[in-house]
C-alpha cells in the first residue's frame, strides 16, 4: 500500500512544480546572472598652488594631480587597477576657502581606458593636525554613470593651519584618499 501513497505524492509534487514553471517568468534566453558593481580605490594627491594662496584672495594658479589605485572593482569595475586626475585652473582665491563647502566636478581617467565624469559635494574640516575633504556625489557621465560614490581626502594641516590663523600662506597639499563605489 505504501507505493500507490507514494506514486500519489511524487505526481502532486511534480504537478505543483509544474505550476510554478508556468507561473514564474523566465529569463531571458542568454541572460547572466546578475554582478553587483564595486570598486574601491586608495590613492594620492598633490594640489600646488601658484603663487601660494594667504587670507586674502588673489589669483593663483591650482594644480591637481591625483592618482587612484591601487583598486579593486567587482562587476562592471572588475578591469579597473587604477586612474589619475590632472586638472589645472588660475582663479581668485585664498586658504580660507579650503575650508569651504562646494559642489565640484572632475575626470576620472580609468586604467582600462574608460573615463568617468563625477559630480560631488565637498565637506571640508580642520580639526587639530588634519585637513579632510568628503565628497558625497555620483557619476553623471561616461563609464560607470548612475553609480554613487563617496572619496576622503586626508592630509596634514600645518600649512593651512597657519595660513587662516596666523597669516601664512598654503603652496601645497599632498593627501591620501579613499574612493568608494557604492
Do not use: K
Not at 44 to 71: E, K, L, M, V
Amino acid at each position: 500500500m505504501r507505493r500507490p501513497i507514494r506514486n500519489l505524492a511524487a505526481g502532486v509534487f511534480t504537478a505543483a512544480v509544474s505550476a510554478l514553471a508556468v507561473a514564474l517568468p523566465a529569463a531571458p534566453a542568454g541572460a547572466a546572472p546578475a554582478t553587483l558593481t564595486t570598486l574601491t580605490c586608495t590613492g594620492t594627491s598633490t594640489t600646488t598652488y601658484d603663487p601660494p594662496i594667504t587670507t586674502t584672495a588673489a589669483t593663483s594658479t591650482r594644480t591637481i594631480d591625483q592618482t587612484y589605485g591601487p583598486c579593486v572593482g567587482t562587476g562592471a569595475a572588475a578591469s579597473i587597477t587604477g586612474g589619475t586626475h590632472t586638472s589645472a585652473n588660475t582663479t581668485q582665491r585664498s586658504c580660507l576657502q579650503l575650508l569651504s563647502t562646494a559642489t565640484v566636478s572632475w575626470t576620472i581617467n580609468w586604467s582600462n581606458g574608460q573615463s568617468s565624469t563625477v559630480t560631488a559635494q565637498r565637506v571640508s574640516n580642520l580639526a587639530g593636525a588634519v585637513f579632510t575633504n568628503d565628497f558625497t556625489g555620483s557619476v553623471t557621465s561616461g563609464y560607470l554613470a548612475g553609480h554613487d560614490f563617496i572619496e576622503t581626502m586626508t592630509a596634514p594641516s600645518l600649512q593651512i593651519t597657519t595660513c587662516t590663523l596666523l597669516g601664512g600662506s598654503v603652496s601645497s597639499i599632498g593627501a591620501l584618499h579613499t574612493f568608494t563605489l557604492l
